[in-house]
């Protein structure tokens, strides 16, 4: 086993996981090179270079495994394969080693909270209440009346129990009921799951991104979780109840310390986590003496208001409860969130990104936001998503956010030659790769000057936070090292605004400018930001 990284060094924002960029990769929907329309292992190879150029250190791919395809891939029928429809084992090995030919890294999603029911696991565990593998998942029996053994909900809709005919015992499922949940208090669970993952750490993979981690333990006594009386009818039915027994159980993290062993035994590895908590239930998850998860994905830019008061707050709040050693990081978009041009506009969408490349912490960028890609409206006879299409009424469907990648302005925008498994952007003469690559002025050149400014600067990846200014429309803030002190200044408006601190003196030279006034300009003290506008300066 190989030693632990020290503590010290963990801290230094000098690891790749720290001062690199993470892109999401869904890869139903990257680059087809088939033609059956669905994204694929060869069409991430061929994009490598694109993902090099732009500046990405790190690519996640979404789950590639065997699987009925109940929750596009997050129903797994076999942990240790590939689906025919992504490819075969050989191509992702030929991605694997090409990633690492161009000195980037791969990770891949570990999806240990459920299988699918057509796991050969769940197949024998339904087979008889006697079989060896039945308390590999989470069974219960009836009460008096035949109802389910508590009140708790399944995240795409229904009661979170499912019953089984044959065996007469319902088993539970956070999720469809094709994708039972793995009984995690279970020691043989948790050696059969490690094993898989250490399946593709011989493999050579850089890491797990660690699916709905906060998810893997229950409450062994099956209490029934309270009710939430900030439901609102438009929220998905799971937010009925506040999912106190179900989800976060504190045994959790110590399966999170033993996949962190497993881990570190390899080196230069990370461990990513899926939590959706609150700052100060988030931050439990780096574990004790931060042998938890290197990176427990930080969401509150995606869930929080547009409002820079309400922004300032949380970042100090997030700074403020880090663990000692505990490495930031932001996350601007995913698979299952509204895309941030279509939320706040393309303009304010230029913003939050010098916003998410100027914080301390580690980025992750979701496919198709460095061109300003947006939430394409999918008709209702077209909807594919389980939680669209199980809540009908709410338009809930993640679909809209999931669409094909504009690669250039052909047929299909260059991403299949058949017809694409989801509806892409109709206009697609300025929103795609190949046009943005050519214009100096696009949301593709801007994330690229982002990146490379990011990459350069020291300051920028690893510097101190400190806050500066904050109100209803600009947010400020320092990154600094004893070499270089930086100045970021947003207008997270479209309207004019100024920049006069009282108690901060500044003097230095505009390096970025998400507008053309300011650029390479000496500011001094006071600033008239235009709307939508943002700087970075460097400080003398």
Known sequence: MQAKTPKSERASGDLWWQKGIIYEVYIRSFNDTNGDGIGDLKGITAKLDYLKDLGIDCIWVTPFYESPMKDFGYDISDFKSVDKMFGTMRDFEELLRQTHQRGMKLIVDQVPNHTSDQHAWFKEARSSRNNPKRDWYIWADADAAGNPPNNWLA?????????????????????????????????????????????????????????????????????????????????????????????????????????????????????????????????????????????????????????????????????????????????????????????????????????????????????????????????????????????????????PYRSPMPWNNSENAGFSTGKPWLRMVEKTEKLNVEAQLQNPDSMLSLYKKLIALRRQEPALYKGLYRPVFSDNQLIAYLRKTEEKNFLVVLNLTDKTCYFKPDRFKFKGKVMLSLLPDHETETVENEIKLKGNEGLIIEIE
């Open 155 to 399: 995240m795409f809709g229904g009661s979170g129990w499912e019953w089984d005919e044959q065996t007469e015992q319902f088993y539970y499922h956070a999720f469809l009921p094709e994708q039972p949940d793995l009984n995690w208090r279970n020691p043989e669970v948790q050696k059969a799951v490690l094993e898989e993952m250490r399946f593709w750490l011989e493999k050579g993979v850089d890491g797990f991104r660690v699916d709905v981690m906060w998810h893997l333990i229950k409450d062994e006594y099956f209490r029934d979780n309270p009710d939430n009386p900030d439901y609102k009818e438009e929220q998905p039915t799971y937010n009925q109840l506040q999912p106190v027994y179900s989800t976060d159980q504190p045994e959790v993290h110590d399966i999170i310390e033993k996949m962190r062993n497993l881990t570190d035994s390899y080196p230069d590895r990370v461990l990513i986590g899926e939590i959706y908590l609150p700052i100060h239930q988030l931050v439990s998850y780096y574990g004790p003496d931060n042998q938890g998860a290197q990176l427990p994905f930080n969401f509150q830019l995606l869930t929080l208001p547009w409002e820079p008061k309400k922004i300032a707050i949380a970042i100090d709040q997030y700074e403020g409860a880090l663990p000692n050693a505990g490495w930031p990081n932001w996350v601007m978009g995913n698979h299952d969130q509204s895309r941030m041009a279509s939320k706040l506009g393309e303009a304010q969408a230029r913003v939050a990104a010098m916003l998410l490349l100027t914080l301390r912490g580690t980025p992750t960028l979701y496919y198709g936001d460095e061109i300003g890609l947006q939430d394409v409206k999918i008709p209702k006879d077209e909807v594919q998503d389980p939680q669209g299409k199980l809540m009908p009424d709410k338009d809930l469907s993640r679909d």
